[in-house]
């Protein structure tokens, strides 16, 4: 099925720095969502877009919806141990259901 | 938001058998979904399940293999029939909450950890 560019596909940093990941489409959503799925768990919502340009963020996260509703960024400042996991983006379409990234897997360097 | 459990947490079956996995939710919710991760994948839709009537199924996914329930606002069942190796995944729950407040997102179960032997 249709799936969104998410990359890196994994990213390796220093506990303290920023990280930043992406996804893209060729199709336009109206709601982009940001997901963390930690070993074991479900995904955990972080931060949904609902309009063109909006910037939002939720304590260290912060999240992008592109003016052309076919590309978000998320990034992390000052990474933590428990920043750990993968991270998923997701675009919803019309029926309410989501379109998912391959998601992004960060590993944070002792 | 809303509160996922799911029943059971992980299994290991025969292969040939059937599970049946179980989703309650702790209010009442419009829209109910049940997904598969397969290791180190993505999630990947099986259907909707529609509270009264059938589910409805995506691409690659049958109602013979994968039944479902959904007799409420509250509880739906997936039923992994037949089971072969290949099914061993991760199958979550999922709904969605219509309101204002929350704009239509949707939260997930911990999931149900399934291998076939």
């Known amino acids: 099925g249709q799936q969104l560019n998410q990359s890196p596909q994994s990213m390796f940093i220093q506990e303290g720095e920023d990280v930043s990941m992406n996804c893209t489409s060729s199709s336009i959503f109206n709601t982009w969502l940001w997901y963390k799925q930690d070993p074991g768990e479900g995904p955990v919502l972080l931060i949904a877009?609902?309009?063109a340009g909006e910037l939002t963020s939720n304590g260290r996260l912060t999240a992008q919806f592109g003016i052309t509703r076919k590309d978000s960024f998320l990034n992390i400042s000052a990474s933590i141990p428990s920043d750990v996991g993968i991270y998923f983006c997701a675009g919803q379409d019309s029926n309410y259901q989501l379109i998912w990234g391959a998601g992004t897997k960060l590993i944070i360097k002792p | 938001s809303a509160v996922i459990s799911q029943k059971p947490s992980r299994d290991i079956c025969q292969r040939g058998t059937s599970l049946t996995i179980q989703c309650q939710v702790d209010?009442?919710?419009?829209?109910m979904f049940w997904y598969r991760q397969q290791p180190g994948q993505s999630l990947t839709l099986i259907a909707t399940a529609n509270q009264g009537s059938e589910a409805t199924y995506e691409s690659g996914f049958v109602i013979d293999k994968f039944p479902i329930s959904r007799p409420n606002l509250t509880f739906s069942t997936l039923t992994v029939s037949n089971m072969s190796p290949e099914d061993s995944s991760i199958y979550l729950c999922?709904?969605?909450?219509?309101?204002?407040?929350?704009?239509?997102?949707?939260?997930f179960g911990p999931g149900t950890r399934l291998t076939v032997l």
């Open positions: 999922s709904v969605m909450l219509l309101d204002s407040d929350t704009y239509n997102e949707q939260f």
């Open positions: 877009l609902y309009k």
């Open positions: 209010s009442q919710v419009t829209m």
